[in-house]
Antibody
Framework: QVQLQESGPGLVKPSGTLSLTCAVS?????????WSWVRQAPGKGLEWIGE???????IFNPSLKSRVTISIDKSKNQFSLKVNFLTAADTSVYYC????????????WGQGILVTVSS | SYVLTQPPSVSVAPGKTARITCGGN??????VHWYQQKPGQAPVLVVF???DRPSGIPERFSGSNSGNTATLTISTVEAGDEADYFC???????????FGGGTKLTVL
């Protein structure tokens, strides 16, 4: 059973950069899956940020595309998220998730990590 | 962009049936997936491809999809079903995923 675990700082400053990593265990990140980031502002719904394929292809939410980078490290079986030019509106629980190549639904989720943007 | 509309809240008594809707333009032509999220926890997939259940999800959870409305049905509701429920589709026009705003299920 694939398991995901997010890690990274819980507090970042406005105008700074958020950097999170998702470690994949119980399976290879090189399998035919897409690896995703989803966030949830306090008391709000789910917002899809973007995802990366096992081969490195990326797709992004158009509303965030200019500020987001997603990368994959097959040697460490992990993938990462960077969001720059942060504001308080980026304060959210950030989840990493995964889906199969032809699934179009997310059957793997990390536990989530709260990132607060504040000085 | 494609929009999914869910009622903010649904209330149901224990043992009764809860129905949570997800509205979208011709959503019946798309595959709909449903997630359950309990407070402080990550979402969990409960229904995929309109009506399929992942292993470990009780048969009490079922789904349907037709016209402009998809429905998640939870029969014989238990206190432990109290959670937020989100629908999700893949928008073929933008080739991106879309989530509904979520519905809070309250068990009275």
């Amino acid at each position: 059973q694939v398991q995901l675990q997010e890690s990274g700082p819980g507090l970042v400053k406005p105008s700074g950069t958020l950097s999170l990593t998702c470690a994949v265990s119980g399976g290879s990140i090189s399998n035919s899956n897409w690896w995703s980031w989803v966030r949830q502002a306090p008391g709000k719904g789910l917002e899809w940020i973007g995802e990366i394929s096992h081969s490195g292809t990326t797709i992004f939410n158009p509303s965030l595309k200019s500020r987001v980078t997603i990368s994959i490290d097959k040697s460490k079986n992990q993938f990462s998220l960077k969001v720059n030019f942060l504001t308080a509106a980026d304060t959210s629980v950030y989840y990493c998730a995964g889906r199969k190549d032809v699934g179009y639904y997310y059957d793997y989720w990390g536990q989530g990590i709260l990132v607060t943007v504040s000085s | 962009s494609y929009v999914l509309t869910q009622p903010p809240s649904v209330s149901v008594a224990p043992g009764k049936t809860a129905r949570i809707t997800c509205g979208g333009n011709s959503i019946g032509r798309k595959s709909v997936h449903w997630y359950q999220q309990k407070p402080g926890q990550a979402p969990v997939l409960v229904v995929f491809f309109d009506s399929d259940r992942p292993s470990g999800i009780p048969e009490r959870f079922s789904g349907s999809n037709s016209g402009n409305t998809a429905t998640l049905t939870i029969s014989t509701v238990e206190a432990g079903d109290e959670a937020d429920y989100f629908c999700q589709v893949w928008d073929s026009t933008s080739d991106l995923p879309v989530f509904g705003g979520g519905t809070k299920l309250t068990v009275l």
